[in-house]
């Protein structure tokens, strides 16, 4: 069963991960009048939202489609993926991407050397390390390294 009751409520994103970096986004969109899903396997993790957010909570495994069936994840305009772990995070993106056709997809990245995988199935990435590496080179007042150098 979904756990959207406007059935006319299309416009909106789901952040699988509600960790450090996913409940920040969800906060800042939600912020921003955004509808968001955050949906993450921990209960516990939805109380680093804020007591502003308007958003919907789902528990459950972002890699399981009865849970990515119940956040409505076929009616989804984006779906971040930002749990800790990769290979999840592949997953849940390819899911979105190749069996709901969500337009935007975005996953964060630990492990830069993968992001040619990811570039092939059309994901964008968010790469921690990578984006570090170039704000430490400003700091530096050095010029941005390149992906490839990390
Ligand atoms: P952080 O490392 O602070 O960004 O937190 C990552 C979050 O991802 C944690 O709250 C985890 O509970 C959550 N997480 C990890 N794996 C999954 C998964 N398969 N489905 C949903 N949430 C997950």
Same mark, same amino acid.
């Given at each position: 069963m979904s756990i959207l009751k406007n059935k006319k409520q299309a416009d909106y994103t789901i952040i699988v991960g509600c960790g450090r970096l996913g409940a920040n986004l969800a906060n800042t969109l939600s912020e921003e009048g955004e509808n968001v899903l955050i949906l993450d396997k @921990?209960? =516990?993790?939805?109380?680093?939202?804020?007591?502003?957010?308007g958003g919907l909570t789902v528990e459950g495994d972002g890699t399981d489609l009865d849970v990515l069936k119940k956040a409505d994840i076929s009616r989804a305009n984006a779906v971040i993926a930002v749990t800790n772990n990769d290979n999840t995070n592949i997953l849940i993106a390819q899911l979105a991407k190749e069996?709901?056709?969500?337009g935007r997809v975005i996953s964060r990245l630990?492990?830069? @050397?993968? =992001?040619c995988v990811y570039r092939e199935l059309g994901i964008d990435t968010i790469c921690p390390a990578v984006l570090s590496a170039n704000e430490i080179d400003k700091l530096l007042e050095k010029p941005a390294r390149t992906k490839e150098a990390v």
């Open positions: @921990e209960k =516990e993790a939805f109380r680093k939202l804020s007591p502003s957010f069996f709901y056709s969500v630990y492990d830069p @050397e993968r =992001e």
